[in-house]
């Protein structure tokens, strides 16, 4: 244990990089986040018998940043091709839904025919679905964007992404948008730190991700943060 305390908190300190532009995995402010990724910050700093620093950002890719720069010790990011050459993954803890929304009127029905000619889809720049429709678009666009649904709105794009409860909420919020039901990619929510920390240390927080999901905390922390519809990972193959 002391050899992971130090390889993964080396000033005595965890520091944990919260987003708190996830509202599934984080919510509150800055100065009072509360979700399963705090949770989890939380329980791992009192395992390892150090304080934890929650350091909180507004978007996926500025948590990202704040570890590959050394401001972090471990974040929370949904795993994908484009990171995983800076960033060790365990297995994921939560697994949420990317989903489309488009105005009420769109012929767009389906997830299929959203990747279109023309289709313009706005997203939330550095989140998991804008890498993802990056990588995997053949003729519609990415509009990128502090938020998705800002940027649909302001230039009048053809589709939205985001990830399914605040996609769902915004539908409910506006009547001349709805949503297009069929999930077009499964994000996998994971705790990672730097590829340059120890196997023994990755091989740690693995077994801690795959203990906490097993004994209930990731559910419990789920339902007690208001996010009883985001599930559980299944446990990782061994």
Known sequence: M?????????????????????????????EEPAGVTVDIARELARRLEVPVELVCFDAARKSFEAMTTGQADICFLAIDPARAGEVAFTAPYVVIEGVFAVPADSPLTTVDEVDS?????????????????TRTLQQATVVRGDEGVDIFRAEGLEATAGIRQPIARFVAENPDVRLIDERFMEIRQAVGTTKTRSPETVAYLHGVVEELKANGFVADALVRSGQADASVAPPAAL
């Open 2 to 30: 002391t050899s992971v305390r130090e390889d993964l908190a080396p000033t005595g300190v965890l520091r944990a990089s919260i987003n708190l532009g996830n509202p599934v995995l984080a919510q509150g402010t800055p």
């Open 117 to 133: 000619p023309g289709v313009r889809i706005g997203v939330k720049q550095g989140s998991a679905y804008d890498l993802y429709l």
